[in-house]
């Protein structure tokens, strides 16, 4: 069978007549897929001019034909190369399904900036799927010899780009979750009605992808133009979105994405650098929200669960910026008022997504208040659930077997099952040595990437600040906390440090190592995991609220410790290894696992 051939053309009305006058009826007559960019030659290693490298990627069955449309427009005809990838084998499914799968990874390498709609992103099967993913993977090999990839696939897959790119095919349920949500959104915009919708799911449903996509969507719609209707032909996924009404609904529409945390607000932004349409201006803390000059019309919270109630902040700064904002916003200083508050306060509609089992320290929200959030959106029609696993490979049932092995689903603690749930091919192994595992992870990391040891805040952090020393030891085994809470899993060194919960939380690996450190405890006589709080150092985790005048009592600390261990054992894709400290647990949960 005959391999694909890859055409390139300088994008010139005068170059691309004679190419077709060629005699080559594959020109006008023949599914194939095309990219346009503007000199790839020319901008490797040049870092001013890659900012702003352009590619676009389509498929037709008129590739001559589509490129006169193309050289017509505005948005295409400063682009200078032009790309024609063509099989004797090619049909318009492995047409598509090519399309979107360059698309994701040129996304993901983030050398270009990449000018496709996400709402074409497809991933249907079709037949002899098998062989053509292994045809594609020789085309990659091409393209990146030709300078339009600047890594391998390993590489772009693990990367963050990749991972939140809003360029990805979504699930049934997300897709219908994305459907509701815009479709009410215009509603709600027509008749000027508020709105409060709520997008709930469990670890690794994608909650945060969804979030990306929908942003990414609804500036697409406001965005596009008479070109883009050529080159949609109705089988995108949500192509009936694309009218001029929603257009000018969205045309002056201020919108900003609230992410408490962190890490993982720095690597949307970096994402939303690479993004037409997106800006990561857009993405901020709840305090910037609050101290904004204007109001939004829509605000998009990530990880809400992580939005803060009045509590002592990290910073005294925080602390008085909470203060300041609550008084602008509601006239004096009322500490019942949260974060949740002023982000209603702040914009006419909002969009929630949430998971309250993933709370994890006194300072979030209150579970009430996130359990009343998901009963009115449920009255008014705006709640959203998510239900596909879509990282960890074990089948939809793995997050509640984590969450009953905690007994953090049960009110009388674990309940080891009557037998383990077969994950398939998912590595869910107990290890009785953390030094074996630890090598297991260094093993992982070789292999595929993106493996690392996390661990409870269940020792203080001596090196805090570079400083010299270890911070976790168990017998002969001595490593480090992360030197970063900023992108620490793509950080140099970190496959020789351990993460806390808080540089993991919303992020991927490969394979996690998950040290249950000696802040859980099984209690023999009483057959319940209980805290020893001297064991557990996040200061932040079990201080009492002050403000609130609120003690958090040891089950209110068990609480919160289980669900900090429920995340870091949801965080693995391909597995996930465990090492308990106390022995009593660990022959606890070891009827809950496959042991090494």
Request: aromatic residues 8%; contains cysteine; hydrophobic residues 40%.
């Amino acid at each position: 069978m005959t391999s694909s051939e890859i055409i390139r053309l300088p994008f010139d009305r005068a170059e691309l007549a004679v190419w077709s006058r060629s005699g080559d009826k594959r020109v006008s007559n023949w599914p194939v897929v095309y990219i346009l960019d503007d000199d790839t030659q020319t901008a490797a290693g040049n870092k001013k001019r890659e900012q702003r490298r352009k590619i676009y990627v389509g498929e037709s069955l008129n590739v001559a034909a589509r490129m006169r449309q193309h050289l017509a427009s505005i948005e295409r005809s400063h682009l200078t190369n032009l790309r024609v990838i063509i099989d004797d084998t090619f049909n318009k499914s492995v047409c598509l399904h090519l399309e979107s799968y360059l698309i994701e990874l040129l996304s993901g390498d983030g050398a270009f900036e990449v000018l496709n709609r996400n709402d074409g992103i497809v991933d249907a099967d079709y037949y002899n799927r098998a062989f053509y993913q292994d045809r594609f993977d020789e085309i990659f090999d091409q393209l990146k010899l030709a300078g339009v990839f600047t890594r391998t696939i390993p590489e772009i897959i693990n990367s963050d780009l990749f991972k939140l790119s809003p360029f990805k095919s979504l699930t049934d349920d997300q897709a219908f979750a994305v459907e509701g949500v815009v479709k009410s959104l215009f509603d709600d915009l027509r008749s000027n009605d508020r709105s409060t919708t709520v997008i709930q799911g469990d670890p690794g449903t994608g909650k945060t992808v969804v979030a990306i996509y929908l942003l990414k969507l609804l500036a697409d719609i406001r965005s596009s133009t008479d070109l883009d209707a050529l080159d949609d032909d109705g089988d995108s996924l949500f192509s009936e979105l694309f009218t001029d009404e929603h257009g000018m609904l969205l045309r002056d529409l201020r919108i900003g994405f609230v992410i408490p945390q962190q890490s993982l607000r720095k690597s949307v932004q970096k994402v939303f650098r690479k993004t037409p349409g997106l800006d990561p201006a857009m993405v901020m803390t709840a305090f910037e929200m609050g101290e904004s000059e204007h109001d939004f019309d829509l605000l998009i919270v990530d990880e809400t669960h992580r939005l803060n109630q009045r509590a002592n902040q990290p910073a005294a700064t925080l602390n008085t910026k909470f203060r300041d904002i609550t008084t602008k916003l509601f006239g004096h200083d009322d500490t019942s008022k949260t974060q949740l508050d002023w982000i209603k306060a702040r914009s006419t509609h909002q969009i929630f997504l949430v998971d309250p089992a993933q709370s994890v320290k006194p300072a979030d929200i209150p579970i009430e208040l996130l359990q009343q959030l998901v009963v009115d959106a449920k009255a008014a029609h705006h709640h959203h659930p998510l239900l596909s696993q879509m990282r960890v490979r074990a089948g939809s049932d793995y997050v509640g077997h984590v969450r009953r092995m905690l007994g953090a689903a049960t009110e009388s603690g674990p309940q080891p099952p009557a037998s383990v749930p077969d994950f398939g091919d998912y590595d869910f192994r107990m290890f009785d040595d953390v030094s074996v595992m630890r090598a297991e992870i260094v093993r992982r990391d070789r292999e595929v990437g993106l493996s690392r040891l996390v661990a409870g805040y269940a020792w203080e952090w001596k090196t805090k600040g570079n400083k010299p020393g270890h911070d976790i030891e168990i017998g002969d085994f001595r490593m480090r906390w992360n030197s970063t809470q900023t992108d620490w899993i793509a950080s140099p060194g970190s496959l020789d440090e351990v993460g806390s919960i808080h540089t993991v939380q919303g992020y991927d690996l490969n394979y996690a190592g998950v040290i249950i450190g000696p802040d859980l405890r099984f209690d023999t006589t009483t057959g319940r995991i209980v805290v020893d709080r001297a064991s557990y150092f996040d200061k932040k985790g079990k201080e009492a609220n002050k403000a609130l005048g609120r003690v958090y009592s040891d089950n209110d600390l068990l609480w919160y410790i289980q669900n900090v261990y429920a995340v870091l054992l949801t965080r693995g894709i391909r597995g996930t290894y465990v090492y308990v400290h106390d022995p009593a647990l660990r022959e606890r949960l070891r009827q809950s696992m496959r042991i090494h």
